[in-house]
């Protein structure tokens, strides 16, 4: 069964497993002993914090194995907003950062400090010159990903440390997903990742702090990771971690190049297979594993467990696919199209058969989720509409959809099914009280070239107008 979801974890390395083997008859004692099993122990962590170190960019001491990368993380902002304490307590991120630096920047918020997201463009991508922007005299910390995790779109990590650098403000990366790939960008003065995202075990992530950045680790510590990690080190798995880390990046010159093809394959195939798809990210500046595209009239939950019955395990962003019902708070950012909402994230080793055969089971599994909803009715009935009407239809010149209590992407399809039925210049107005509308109502109308006039309040929920152009 094809895996298509390494973004989420990548599969155990070869090396990864060899490693952890081995280690787990060596590496089982206390590294902080002076006894024979313990300095065995702390040899191996030795190794591996200077392997790791290595493929970071940093030296050892600047490095700290964490339980997790979000907690490489929650550590690193938590720990260099206290050591700038002084300087002020603004964080600057960006609106697309993972979930666990939004959530880092709300608890920072609740606590009496404050943040600014950055926006994107509809690539995923921030402007440096916004991110500079957004820099001021009591900023303590900014926050930058390397690469987005739900579109693949790289971020320009380079040009924002050099303006932060010159005003002073120390710039946290978040490598997770491309570290496995490649070298992380320069001018970081924190950076963190995660073990699993490599083909690493899970419960091994990386904080690195460079010298001279303020840092005042909080919480409970102990003499473990130079206090910035406390509790026993699971060495096993940080040998294994580290292992892995060298031979995915001996490895990433070759493998990105051709799985990058495949993508590209994806990229360009799915529009001409799939009616009415929206592929998002930057085609160009992205990871070369990942692509992301959204399916209007699907319902993403549903067309996710059709794959996954044909043999494909892929991921979502859309808000079907959540038990709060709201959007991803990535592709919002973009204003993007939610709803049906794929990510493809290719392991290293993935075949062209495989590929070719996902490109084979992706359009009847969308077509048979469009059937189910009644899509296929309102898509027909809405491009078989006259680009010029030459004169007004016997029909009101306005009609309202009310879709209350109705979840993506029946409002979507509810608004096709009648924007023929008004006079060119007429009106529809949806009624929603879904979040997702807010932002699939206007992507349906960049796609199908119709007026988004904007969003009315309403008694229950929003009223979300749309005029026809053609």
């Known amino acids: 069964?094809?895996?298509?979801?390494?973004?989420?974890?990548?599969?155990?390395?070869?090396?990864?497993?060899?490693?952890?083997?081995?280690?787990?008859?060596?590496?089982?004692?206390?590294?902080?002993?002076?006894?024979?099993?313990?300095?065995?122990?702390?040899?191996?962590?030795?190794?591996?914090?200077?392997?790791?170190?290595?493929?970071?960019?940093?030296?050892?001491?600047?490095?700290?194995?964490?339980?997790?990368?979000?907690?490489?993380?929650?550590?690193?902002?938590?720990?260099?907003?206290?050591?700038?304490?002084?300087v002020g307590r603004h964080l600057v991120v960006s609106a697309v950062e993972h979930s666990s630096v939004l959530h880092t920047a709300a608890t920072h918020e609740s606590g009496g400090g404050s943040y600014t997201e950055v926006p994107v463009d509809g690539t995923g991508a921030v402007s440096p010159r916004a991110f500079a922007s957004a820099l001021r005299d009591d900023t303590a910390l900014a926050c930058l990903q390397s690469?987005?995790?739900?579109?693949?779109?790289?971020?320009?990590?380079?040009?924002?440390?050099?303006?932060?650098?010159?005003?002073?403000?120390?710039?946290?990366?978040?490598?997770?997903?491309?570290?496995?790939?490649?070298?992380?960008?320069?001018?970081?003065?924190?950076?963190?990742?995660?073990?699993?995202?490599?083909?690493?075990?899970?419960?091994?992530?990386?904080?690195?702090?460079?010298?001279?950045?303020?840092?005042?680790?909080?919480?409970?510590?102990?003499?473990?990771?130079?206090?910035?990690?406390?509790?026993?080190?699971?060495?096993?798995?940080?040998?294994?971690?580290?292992?892995?880390?060298?031979?995915?990046?001996?490895?990433?010159?070759?493998?990105?190049?051709?799985?990058?093809?495949?993508?590209?394959r994806i990229r360009a195939r799915v529009p001409e297979l799939v009616p009415d798809v929206e592929v998002v990210g930057d085609p160009v500046r992205r990871l070369p594993h990942l692509v992301t595209f959204s399916c209007l009239y699907v319902d993403g939950e549903t067309l996710l467990h059709e794959l996954d019955r044909s043999g494909f395990s892929v991921s979502s962003g859309s808000s079907c696919t959540s038990s709060t019902l709201t959007p991803s708070h990535v592709l919002k950012a973009m204003g993007v199209l939610s709803e049906g909402n794929v990510r493809v994230s290719l392991p290293a080793g993935t075949s062209d058969e495989d590929v070719d055969r996902f490109l084979e089971v992706l359009p009847p599994a969308v077509a048979g989720v469009r059937e189910k909803l009644g899509a296929h009715t309102g898509a027909a009935r809405t491009g078989a509409a006259p680009a010029v009407a030459a004169s007004p239809p016997a029909t009101a010149p306005s009609l309202v959809v009310d879709a209350l209590g109705r979840r993506c992407p029946i409002p979507v399809i509810e608004l096709a099914k009648v924007i023929g039925e008004v006079p060119v210049g007429g009106t529809v107005t949806v009624l929603s009280d879904d979040e997702a509308a807010r932002l699939d109502i206007p992507a349906w109308c960049a796609m199908r070239e119709q007026e988004y006039v904007g969003e009315e309040p309403a008694d229950r929920g929003s009223a979300h107008v749309v005029r026809r152009l053609s």
Not at 16 to 29: N, S, V, Y
Not at 147 to 165: D, I, K, S, W, Y
């Open 147 to 264: 690469a987005n995790h739900e579109v693949g779109t790289e971020q320009p990590v380079t040009e924002v440390a050099e303006l932060c650098r010159a005003a002073g403000v120390p710039l946290l990366v978040d490598a997770a997903q491309s570290l496995g790939w490649g070298p992380a960008p320069a001018g970081w003065s924190l950076l963190t990742a995660s073990a699993h995202k490599w083909g690493g075990p899970a419960g091994v992530g990386l904080l690195a702090v460079r010298k001279g950045v303020r840092f005042a680790p909080q919480g409970p510590t102990d003499e473990r990771e130079s206090g910035r990690a406390a509790g026993f080190e699971d060495i096993p798995a940080i040998v294994a971690a580290a292992a892995s880390l060298r031979a995915v990046r001996a490895e990433a010159s070759a493998e990105s190049l051709r799985l990058r093809a495949l993508v590209d």
């Open 1 to 86: 069964m094809p895996y298509f979801d390494a973004a989420s974890a990548a599969p155990l390395h070869p090396v990864a497993r060899q490693a952890l083997l081995a280690a787990l008859d060596e590496g089982w004692a206390d590294p902080a002993r002076l006894h024979r099993e313990g300095r065995r122990a702390r040899l191996l962590l030795d190794a591996a914090r200077e392997a790791a170190a290595e493929a970071v960019g940093c030296r050892p001491d600047e490095l700290t194995f964490t339980s997790s990368g979000t907690r490489a993380v929650h550590s690193g902002i938590s720990g260099a907003l206290a050591g700038r304490r002084r």
